[in-house]
């Protein structure tokens, strides 16, 4: 079973910036792709940032220039630098990893989810 922690979020003044951590743990033997949405109250939920195992990323148009995401292949964790915070990216930020396998000897991949964290951007 594939665990994924979050970590980092809070309360934040508008301008001021949080950075994000989620680790996968568990029988892993490779992730494809991982990332994260968000969801605010009343609102559809959004793919706000992923990266590839290669490093490639893609950003929401709405965080593109503001919000950073990497990944520590080593450590199966994908962060999210998150600045110039806006009270409009309040939400709860939920980690996912794709396309993970978890046994070298078979081509099974998974997809897994946090449990998210909470951001809150307000003066």
């Known amino acids: 079973q594939v665990q994924l922690v979050e970590s980092g979020g809070g309360l934040v003044q508008p301008g001021g910036s949080l950075r994000l951590s989620c680790a996968a743990s568990g029988s892993i033997f490779s992730v494809n792709v991982m990332g994260w949405y968000r969801q605010a109250p009343g609102k559809q939920r959004e793919l706000v940032a992923h990266i590839y195992s290669g490093g490639s990323t893609s950003y929401a148009d709405s965080v593109k220039g503001r919000f950073t995401i990497s990944r520590d292949n080593a450590k199966r964790t994908v962060y999210l630098q998150m600045n110039s915070l806006k009270p409009e990216d309040t939400a709860v930020y939920c980690c996912?990893?794709?396309?993970?396998?978890?046994?070298?000897?078979?081509?099974?991949?998974?997809?897994?989810w946090g449990r998210g964290t909470q951001v809150t951007v307000s003066s």
């Open positions: 996912f990893a794709g396309g993970v396998r978890e046994d070298r000897t078979s081509l099974r991949t998974k997809d897994y």
